[in-house]
């Protein structure tokens, strides 16, 4: 089951304090969560014991409008740290159409981000995109 946030986005990563990371507009956002069925063997054995569910995950994609020139480079360049160590980051997903009770936040913990982003299409960028993992997720709408 895909979950599709939505359109307009507030993206917010953080390392230790709120935002430290970066925080812009996305334009599309979608994560889905992933279970693995996995085969447990016993010590020193290859056999397989048991088929159990694994750790769950949630993966998602981040699409930016790209921006031509300096701006676009610094938003490909900007994504190039998060590849290079595996360390884990909070971000938050943020939508508000500005009225009470419409505003939808989903935080992910755990976050990394696997690969580095891809511009599409490569001849004429439109778009930035950056898949991201995460350890877990919650909602709050307020």
Do not use: C, H
């Given at each position: 089951m ?6 307009n986005?507030?993206v ?9 990371m970066?925080?812009?507009i996305?334009q ?10 996995e ?6 054995s290859?056999?397989?014991?048991a088929?159990a ?7 998602g994609?981040?699409?930016e ?8 480079k ?33 935080t992910l ?14 001849n004429a960028?439109?778009y930035i995109?950056t898949?991201f993992?995460a350890?877990?997720a ?5």
């Open positions: 895909s979950v599709y946030v939505g359109k986005v507030q917010v990563i953080t390392k230790t304090s709120e935002g430290d970066g925080s812009f996305a599309e956002v979608v994560f889905e969560p992933k279970q693995a069925i085969g447990v063997d016993a010590l020193n290859d056999e397989i014991q088929w569910p694994g750790l769950k995950t949630y993966e994609t981040i699409r409008a790209f921006k031509v020139g300096s701006d676009g610094a938003m490909l360049d900007r994504a190039a740290p998060f590849q290079s160590t595996l360390e884990e980051y909070t971000m938050k997903l943020i939508w508000d159409d500005g009225q009470a009770g419409n505003k939808i936040t989903v913990t755990g976050v990394i981000f696997p690969e580095p982003s891809v511009a599409s299409p490569k960028p439109a995109t898949r993992r350890k877990s919650t909602v709050s709408i307020s």
